[in-house]
């Protein structure tokens, strides 16, 4: 009986095991679809507040895919399919191409852009950037590129390169979610960045008079000695936000602000942004 249940299990096992086989090659084909047809990818921006003004400095790009069938795809769950199967440099072309258009029209605002190891490892990746920036009119110096720390760990030759290619023109680097992985303070040293995000996670246990607290608080501080700024992701409460002004934060991320927005609607957010100083008071016109 333990055998016949063992085998079932792994017959079960196995049957899942193909549904999820069979869900990525489902997505694999759909997305190259997508990628082809353009209609059904989007790229939405999701304000970047400093923390003391609470004014809108800048803005993450993050790709939206709407299926005509299956509707809203997370990007937690195709850009991986994208990154196996080499269709990343195209997702990850159309996302810059959005995000450069935006901010061209936006000049002195921060677009954050999310690079995958695999687009940061290829020798094409810096002169695709390049060309984008060059064709958009996009300023260098107000793109900043979302990488992981997994991409400090691999010694990849061609990825430090990149990054000291894009650091040399003026473009910004961040380290997303950090403190998820083996984050090492070490590592920013051999590669410099100029800003680290730290996730979520710990964002959430704030409040809880947690350990992580402490392990923000001590991050903060560190990256700052180490003149690197600190953004704090998905912020969804006002205590949130004090603790992590108290801490020091610069800039706060997430839905206590706002979720990702339209193109159009995150310009109309950043022009109201600049014509909305704290304290000043629009004229009344007649
Ligand atoms: P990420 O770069 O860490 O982006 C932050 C994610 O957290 C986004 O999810 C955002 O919508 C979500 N978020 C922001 N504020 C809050 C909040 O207050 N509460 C909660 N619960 N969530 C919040 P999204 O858009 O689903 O993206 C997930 C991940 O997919 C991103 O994480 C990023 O790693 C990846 N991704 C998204 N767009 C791209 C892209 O264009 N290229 C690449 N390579 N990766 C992308
Ligand atoms: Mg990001
Ligand atoms: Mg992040
Ligand atoms: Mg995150």
């Known amino acids: 009986e333990a055998k016949a249940s063992g085998r079932n299990r792994a017959a079960v096992y196995e049957e899942r095991m193909n549904e999820l086989l069979q869900l990525q090659h489902t997505i694999e ?18 304000p970047l507040v400093d923390q003391q003004s609470r004014m809108v400095v800048g803005a993450e790009a993050l790709a939206r895919w709407n299926h005509p069938k299956y509707g809203q795809i997370s990007p937690a769950r195709f850009v991986p399919v994208a990154e196996s199967t080499g269709m990343i440099d195209i997702l990850g072309e159309f996302v810059l191409q959005r995000a450069c258009e935006l901010g061209a029209q936006t000049p002195g605002r921060t677009i954050a852009v999310n690079i995958s190891p695999t687009q940061l490892r290829s020798p094409r990746f810096a002169a695709q950037v390049f060309n984008i920036l060059h064709c958009t009119g996009m300023r260098p110096s107000d793109l900043e590129l979302e990488i992981t720390e997994s991409i400090l760990l691999d010694d990849e030759h061609t990825s430090a390169q990149n990054l000291r290619t894009f650091r040399a023109s003026g473009i910004h680097i961040a380290l997303d979610d950090f403190g998820t992985g083996y984050s090492s303070l070490s590592y920013l040293k051999r590669y410099p960045v100029d800003r680290i995000k730290i996730d979520r996670s710990f964002v959430m246990q704030l409040t809880e008079g947690h350990v992580s607290v402490a392990i923000t608080r001590a991050i903060v501080q560190l990256a700052h000695a180490m003149d690197i700024e600190v953004t704090a992701e998905g912020v969804e409460t006002e205590e949130q936000a004090t603790i992590l002004g108290q801490m020091g934060c610069n800039t706060l991320q997430g839905f206590l602000f706002s979720p990702g927005v339209s193109p159009d609607r995150i310009a109309e957010i950043f022009e109201q942004a600049g014509n909305c100083a704290p304290q000043r008071r629009k004229a009344r016109s007649n």
Do not use: K, M, T
């Open 29 to 46: 084909a759909e997305l190259r679809i997508a990628l082809r047809r353009g209609d059904q990818l989007s790229v939405v921006f999701q």
